[in-house]
T-cell receptor, first 116, second 112 residues
Framework: KAGVTQTPRYLIKTRGQQVTLSCSPISGHRSVSWYQQTPGQGLQFLFEYFSETQRNKGNFPGRFSGRQFSNSRSEMNVSTLELGDSALYLC???????????????FGNGTRLTVT | GESVGLHLPTLSVQEGDNSIINCAYSNSASDYFIWYKQESGKGPQFIIDIRSNMDKRQGQRVTVLLNKTVKHLSLQIAATQPGDSAVYFCAENPSKGQNFVFGPGTRLSVLP
């Protein structure tokens, strides 16, 4: 079974621009979560989508947004890029919650975004 | 590869020895925990998980111990190998439907 696929692998943008990152989850997984990873802050939760609906949201400004499509693929968008947005953006998919518990996250290899 | 932490605690072990990586979690209501391994240039990889109704779970060469009284999680790796060198993260899930919260990570360095 193919793993989580993130594209592009690397991206260089200029301050003020916007960027869209893409994530294809493991087949059958309906939940997609996005995390930002930086050396100083570690793994920080951005948002989670389940069945095309945003279910949870982290503490990031409104410049960070996302969406999920009917095939569970997800995109995240960052507008008006700032230098501090340089990070590894990780997407993770999971089956989603059952009636009693959550299921584990499975990560892609991330998109390395550099803002100059 | 990417740097996943400039000031991570580092554990150095001799090849063949056992490793113990510790994690203090924050939420006493958390009921599900996962250990991840992240190698340079890759995303975190699932190693083993444990739910709060257990205090120990074993996998292949790995054991996770959960002490809910002191909110402590540990990962034991038996006969550590060079391929085990990576950053290890613990993740806790406060309850069903909530997002996972990750610890800061520990860098494991295996010495030949």
């Amino acid at each position: 079974k193919a793993g989580v696929t993130q594209t592009p692998r690397y991206l260089i943008k200029t301050r003020g621009q916007q960027v869209t990152l893409s994530c294809s989850p493991i087949s059958g997984h309906r939940s997609v979560s996005w995390y930002q990873q930086t050396p100083g802050q570690g793994l920080q939760f951005l948002f989670e989508y389940f069945s095309e609906t945003q279910r949870n949201k982290g503490n990031f400004p409104g410049r960070f947004s996302g969406r999920q499509f009917s095939n569970s693929r997800s995109e995240m968008n960052v507008s008006t890029l700032e230098l501090g947005d340089s990070a590894l953006y990780l997407c993770a998919s999971s089956l989603g919650p059952t009636e009693t518990y959550n299921s584990p996250l499975h990560f892609g290899n991330g998109t390395r975004l550099t803002v100059t | 590869g990417e740097s996943v932490g400039l000031h991570l605690p580092t554990l150095s072990v001799q090849e063949g020895d056992n490793s113990i990586i510790n994690c203090a979690y924050s939420n006493s209501a958390s009921d599900y925990f996962i250990w991840y391994k992240q190698e340079s240039g890759k995303g975190p990889q699932f190693i083993i998980d444990i739910r709060s109704n257990m205090d120990k779970r074993q996998g292949q060469r790995v054991t996770v111990l959960l002490n809910k009284t002191v909110k402590h999680l540990s990962l034991q790796i038996a006969a550590t190998q060079p391929g085990d060198s990576a950053v290890y993260f613990c993740a806790e899930n406060p309850s069903k439907g909530q997002n996972f919260v990750f610890g800061p990570g520990t860098r494991l360095s295996v010495l030949p």
